[in-house]
């Protein structure tokens, strides 16, 4: 299994490096890809963090699941990137998009949630066109899963790995990093 965490300038640290961190864990390649046009992806905290690869690089052919942090600013400049809106159109027909805070927006934005089941940062929620709001931490409707924010980071990771690893997997790293929740 394959999956593309993208990173744009201003994207929320936390909510894509736990991401990458548990998923990681579980086996799952996990590639952290710069639309940025750089290396260097500057995070919405102004941590500089290295990217795997230009997201222009990438085959999304052998990829199973795209995922998307949030950030204020790290939303708005992946809204802006062909890359990403193209990936995101792409894969909401038969592999996995996943968003977090206020990210799932740029899906909404694209029509993806339309009738959906979704969840967002409640800041978001009035650019939640066409979504079912669920309000809960983390919201799964077929093969699209959407974060409420920061403090769901590890839900949504669970969920992420429950997908492309199975529950034995995510039990194994709930106990192996002492998640208690």
Known sequence: MKAVVFLA??????????TVDILRRAGIETVMA?????DEV???RSIWI???VPASDIDFSS???IILPGGRLGTENMAASDIVTEQCRAFSEDRYVAAICAAPSI??????LEGRKATCHPDFEPAMKGAVLTYESVARDGNIITG???GATFDFA???TKILAGDGKVSQIRNAICYRH
């Open 9 to 18: 300038d201003g994207f929320e640290e936390c909510e894509a490096l736990i």
């Open 34 to 38: 710069s639309v940025s046009g750089r």
């Open 42 to 44: 500057e995070s919405s």
């Open 50 to 52: 290295r990217a795997d």
């Open 63 to 65: 990829v199973d699941m």
């Open 107 to 112: 899906l909404a934005g694209l029509g993806l």
């Open 148 to 150: 409420q924010g920061l």
């Open 158 to 160: 669970f969920e992420l």
